[in-house]
Protein backbone atom coordinates (compact mmCIF):
# COMPACT_ATOMS: atom_id res chain seq x y z
CA UNK A 1 0.00 0.00 0.00
CA UNK A 2 1.10 3.64 -0.95
CA UNK A 3 0.52 6.65 1.40
CA UNK A 4 0.83 10.29 0.81
CA UNK A 5 0.49 12.71 3.43
CA UNK A 6 -1.51 16.30 2.91
CA UNK A 7 -2.65 19.02 4.55
CA UNK A 8 -0.18 20.72 6.21
CA UNK A 9 1.26 24.41 6.02
CA UNK A 10 1.92 27.28 8.40
CA UNK A 11 -1.26 28.45 11.34
CA UNK A 12 -1.27 30.51 14.55
CA UNK A 13 -1.75 28.97 17.43
CA UNK A 14 -5.18 27.90 18.59
CA UNK A 15 -5.84 27.21 14.80
CA UNK A 16 -6.87 23.91 13.09
CA UNK A 17 -5.90 21.65 9.78
CA UNK A 18 -6.94 18.77 8.81
CA UNK A 19 -4.48 16.33 7.37
CA UNK A 20 -5.16 13.74 5.28
CA UNK A 21 -3.79 10.19 4.43
CA UNK A 22 -4.69 8.91 0.91
CA UNK A 23 -4.01 4.89 -0.10
CA UNK A 24 -3.76 3.51 -3.08
CA UNK A 25 -2.73 -0.29 -3.91
CA UNK A 26 -4.62 -1.83 -1.23
CA UNK A 27 -7.97 -1.05 0.55
CA UNK A 28 -7.48 0.56 3.99
CA UNK A 29 -10.73 -0.98 5.78
CA UNK A 30 -8.72 -3.91 7.31
CA UNK A 31 -5.48 -1.86 8.38
CA UNK A 32 -4.60 -0.23 11.33
CA UNK A 33 -3.61 3.47 10.28
CA UNK A 34 -1.83 6.00 12.39
CA UNK A 35 -0.14 9.30 12.46
CA UNK A 36 3.24 10.21 13.84
CA UNK A 37 5.35 12.87 14.31
CA UNK A 38 8.91 14.73 14.10
CA UNK A 39 9.45 17.94 15.58
CA UNK A 40 12.95 19.51 14.96
CA UNK A 41 15.78 18.33 16.73
CA UNK A 42 13.59 15.64 18.41
CA UNK A 43 12.93 11.99 17.26
CA UNK A 44 9.70 10.87 15.66
CA UNK A 45 6.67 9.92 18.07
CA UNK A 46 3.06 8.24 17.99
CA UNK A 47 0.32 10.98 17.82
CA UNK A 48 -3.00 8.63 17.35
CA UNK A 49 -3.68 5.16 16.05
CA UNK A 50 -7.10 3.52 15.00
CA UNK A 51 -7.37 0.02 14.91
CA UNK A 52 -9.12 -1.82 11.68
CA UNK A 53 -11.06 -3.98 14.15
CA UNK A 54 -13.76 -1.93 16.53
CA UNK A 55 -12.21 1.12 15.15
CA UNK A 56 -10.52 2.01 19.03
CA UNK A 57 -8.79 4.69 19.23
CA UNK A 58 -5.51 5.76 21.12
CA UNK A 59 -4.28 9.33 21.12
CA UNK A 60 -1.05 10.36 22.78
CA UNK A 61 -1.40 12.51 25.90
CA UNK A 62 -0.43 15.61 24.40
CA UNK A 63 -2.68 15.92 21.72
CA UNK A 64 -5.69 13.90 23.82
CA UNK A 65 -8.67 16.42 23.63
CA UNK A 66 -7.48 18.54 20.42
CA UNK A 67 -6.79 15.67 17.62
CA UNK A 68 -9.27 13.31 16.22
CA UNK A 69 -8.28 10.92 13.71
CA UNK A 70 -10.37 8.96 11.09
CA UNK A 71 -11.26 6.97 8.19
CA UNK A 72 -13.18 7.17 5.02
CA UNK A 73 -13.30 3.71 3.70
CA UNK A 74 -15.02 4.83 0.65
CA UNK A 75 -12.51 7.09 -0.14
CA UNK A 76 -9.55 4.96 1.69
CA UNK A 77 -8.26 7.91 2.62
CA UNK A 78 -7.58 8.59 6.85
CA UNK A 79 -7.66 11.93 8.80
CA UNK A 80 -6.11 13.74 11.39
CA UNK A 81 -8.18 17.12 12.82
CA UNK A 82 -6.35 19.03 14.94
CA UNK A 83 -7.29 21.70 16.97
CA UNK A 84 -6.16 24.19 19.45
CA UNK A 85 -2.76 23.73 17.78
CA UNK A 86 0.16 24.47 19.83
CA UNK A 87 4.06 25.53 18.50
CA UNK A 88 4.88 22.29 20.24
CA UNK A 89 2.95 20.65 17.46
CA UNK A 90 5.47 21.77 15.10
CA UNK A 91 6.65 19.02 13.25
CA UNK A 92 6.71 16.93 9.85
CA UNK A 93 3.53 14.53 10.47
CA UNK A 94 3.39 10.94 9.03
CA UNK A 95 0.72 8.67 8.41
CA UNK A 96 1.38 5.11 8.46
CA UNK A 97 -0.62 1.61 8.36
CA UNK A 98 -0.47 -1.91 9.01
CA UNK A 99 -2.24 -4.91 8.15
CA UNK A 100 -4.54 -5.98 10.78
CA UNK A 101 -3.50 -5.14 14.48
CA UNK A 102 -0.67 -2.72 14.82
CA UNK A 103 2.85 -4.17 15.77
CA UNK A 104 4.70 -3.56 18.99
CA UNK A 105 3.13 -1.98 22.50
CA UNK A 106 1.27 1.69 22.43
CA UNK A 107 2.65 4.47 22.28
CA UNK A 108 5.47 1.82 20.70
CA UNK A 109 3.85 1.25 18.15
CA UNK A 110 5.71 -1.30 14.61
CA UNK A 111 3.91 0.07 11.12
CA UNK A 112 4.82 -1.48 7.93
CA UNK A 113 4.02 1.37 5.62
CA UNK A 114 5.10 4.73 6.00
CA UNK A 115 3.85 7.83 3.51
CA UNK A 116 5.91 11.15 2.91
CA UNK A 117 5.75 13.36 5.21
CA UNK A 118 3.65 16.86 5.52
CA UNK A 119 4.90 19.90 7.25
CA UNK A 120 2.94 21.51 9.93
CA UNK A 121 3.89 24.95 11.69
CA UNK A 122 2.06 26.66 14.02
CA UNK A 123 3.59 30.35 14.90
CA UNK A 124 3.15 31.57 18.59
Known amino acids: VQLQASGGGLVQAGGSLRLSCAAS????????VGWFRQGPGKEREFVAI????????HYADSVKGRFTISRDNAENTVYLQMNSLKPEDTAVYYC??????????????????WGKGTQVTVSS
Open 50 to 57: LRWRGSST
Open 96 to 113: AADPGEPGGKGPYYVMNY
Open 25 to 32: GRTLSRYS
